[in-house]
């Protein structure tokens, strides 16, 4: 009698590397600042990688360091005004754009809770784009989210001289690339099995549009990004947290998945 084979041991966290490196990543860098850095050199480092929407108004808009400067002082505290003027002034100083912050900006985070909840929804959407569509198109959806999102905040925001930071719109990017394909119904493989959330056909607009469980979706998401913009949850609002590059990341995923996808988009298949 052949004796029993011992189970294979199922990993708690079967999340792809990619989404794991990615995560860890993130997590890393944030130790490093809180624990490694003083505060001084924490500022310079944000202050260097972050979005700061004002900075490319200066260098690609035309607009004048002094404007923005005097702008802030007519709308700030008399107290504030002298910190408000030297801090802009020490930002803009250079005129430089720093065009590869609108990258750079989702590796640092306002607190330990803004990257464990960015973490949990890398983990949660990334991982479907990451077995659909494999490490270099995962890559190459979150840096153009990312840059979407960078983009619309400092378009709405050109005068803020305040770091734009977190992975928050490279994230939105991967929810709204995910929603082609998640909601979709279920189809039965050549195999004989249902497919995973990761292998079904994409939908096309049309019945995106119409699918319930979408809707449903985009409105908790839109919900949560009006608490995010308007009632800050505790240890969540240290750094700018911003619904515009939220909104920008996710038109970005929405527009761009189709032509990342390397599947197919759905036919007529028989639907569980």
């Keep these: 009698m052949p004796l029993p084979q011992p189970r294979a041991r199922e990993p708690i966290f079967n999340l792809p590397s990619v989404v794991t490196a990615s995560i860890v990543a993130l997590v890393a860098i944030h130790a490093l600042r809180m624990f490694l850095l003083s505060e001084e050199t924490d500022?310079?480092?944000v202050i260097d990688w972050a979005v700061i929407p004002a900075r490319w108004a200066?260098?690609?808009?035309g607009v004048e360091g002094q404007e923005i400067v005097r702008m802030l002082q007519?709308?700030?505290?008399?107290?504030?005004?002298?910190p408000i003027a030297a801090y802009a002034q020490y930002v803009l100083g250079d005129s430089e754009g720093r065009p590869w912050t609108a990258l750079t900006y989702t590796l640092l985070h306002g607190s330990?809770?803004?990257?464990?909840i960015n973490s949990i929804w890398l983990a949660a959407f990334g991982t479907p784009i990451a077995r659909r569509c494999g490490a270099g198109r995962f890559y190459l959806l979150s840096a153009l989210a990312a840059v979407g999102g960078a983009v619309l905040y400092a378009a709405m925001n050109?005068?803020?001289?305040?770091?734009?930071?977190?992975a928050s719109g490279a994230v939105s990017g991967l929810m709204a690339a995910a929603s082609w394909f998640m909601f979709a119904p279920a189809a039965w493989l050549w195999e004989g099995r249902l497919s995973e959330p990761h292998e079904r056909p994409r939908q096309g607009l049309a019945d995106l549009i119409r699918n319930r469980s979408f809707l449903i979706f985009l409105g908790v998401w839109f919900a949560t990004n009006y608490l995010f913009a308007f009632a800050q949850p505790i240890g969540i609002g240290e750094g700018t947290?911003?619904?515009?590059?939220h909104v920008g990341g996710?038109?970005?995923?929405?527009?761009?998945?189709?032509w990342l996808d390397p599947l197919p988009a759905r036919r007529n298949r028989l639907s569980a």
């Design 250 to 258: 996710f038109l970005v995923g929405l527009v761009v998945f189709p």
């Design 241 to 245: 947290i911003a619904w515009e590059a």
């Design 43 to 45: 500022f310079q480092v």
């Design 112 to 116: 330990w809770a803004h990257v464990l």
């Design 158 to 166: 050109p005068m803020q001289v305040f770091p734009l930071i977190g």
């Design 58 to 61: 200066v260098a690609y808009g």
């Design 74 to 82: 007519d709308g700030a505290p008399a107290d504030a005004m002298g």
